[in-house]
């Protein structure tokens, strides 16, 4: 009788596993469909973002104009 209670046990314990994988997978394909195609989420602030991205590119451009400014000036 206690081979039978343990035998049960060990069905309910795969028929309950599964049972999550069922769940996990359907979560997952429904994460799949919504997936856009990017590695990273989507930012909290990207106004921010983009004022930095901004700032960087003005930055670059500037030094380009500097440099290029000094470099005529040599000659």
Request: without cysteine; hydrophobic residues 45%; aromatic residues 10%.
């Given at each position: 009788?206690?081979?039978?209670?343990?035998?049960?046990?060990?069905?309910?314990?795969?028929?309950?596993?599964?049972?999550?994988?069922?769940?996990?997978?359907?979560?997952?394909?429904?994460?799949r469909?919504?997936?856009?195609?990017?590695?990273?989420?989507?930012?909290?602030?990207?106004?921010?973002?983009?004022?930095?991205?901004?700032?960087?590119?003005?930055?670059?451009?500037?030094?380009?104009?500097?440099?290029?400014?000094?470099?005529?000036?040599?000659?």
């Open positions: 009788m206690a081979h039978t209670a343990i035998s049960t046990s060990r069905f309910e314990r795969a028929s309950q596993t599964s049972g999550v994988e069922r769940v996990s997978q359907s979560s997952t394909d429904a994460a469909e919504s997936d856009d195609g990017f590695d990273f989420p989507p930012t909290a602030h990207p106004g921010r973002e983009l004022l930095t991205f901004s700032l960087f590119i003005l930055l670059i451009i500037t030094l380009l104009a500097w440099g290029g400014w000094k470099l005529v000036s040599l000659i």
